[in-house]
């Protein structure tokens, strides 16, 4: 059974940092990609960063280029996001998704942590 567990979720100041983790099982990530998603109250979810199962190389959204890093533990089935310099308007929920490389639409995904910037 394919599950996606997310935790390191808080509430944090302005300019601090926190990692999310997100746990794989049921599948290894060798064959999976895996991608960070968020939402806002009110908005729309988007995607934040991702990783290639293939080669590990990633992608960042604008918004977050440059002070977020996505990686991952391939033998603790684990995929990280290291948020730095956090900015109130990264409040959302964070999700960890995963699809197989050859598919365009994430199928599993966890069910989030909260995350808040606030002072």
């Known amino acids: 059974q394919v599950q996606l567990v997310e935790s390191g979720g808080g509430l944090v100041q302005p300019g601090g940092s926190l990692r999310l983790s997100c746990a794989a099982s049921?599948?290894?990530?060798?064959?999976?990609?895996i991608g960070w998603f968020r939402q806002a109250p009110g908005k729309e979810r988007e995607g934040v960063s991702c990783?290639?199962?293939?080669?590990?190389?990633?992608f960042y959204a604008d918004s977050v280029k440059g002070r977020f890093t996505i990686s991952r533990d391939i033998p603790k089935n684990t995929v990280y996001l290291q948020m730095d310099s956090l900015k109130p308007e990264d409040t959302a929920v964070y999700y960890c998704?995963?699809?197989?490389?050859?598919?365009?639409?994430?199928?599993?995904w966890g069910q989030g942590t909260q995350v808040t910037v606030a002072s």
């Open positions: 998704a995963a699809k197989r490389a050859s598919q365009r639409e994430y199928d599993y």
């Open positions: 049921g599948f290894t990530l060798d064959y999976y990609d």
């Open positions: 990783i290639s199962s293939s080669d590990g190389s990633t």
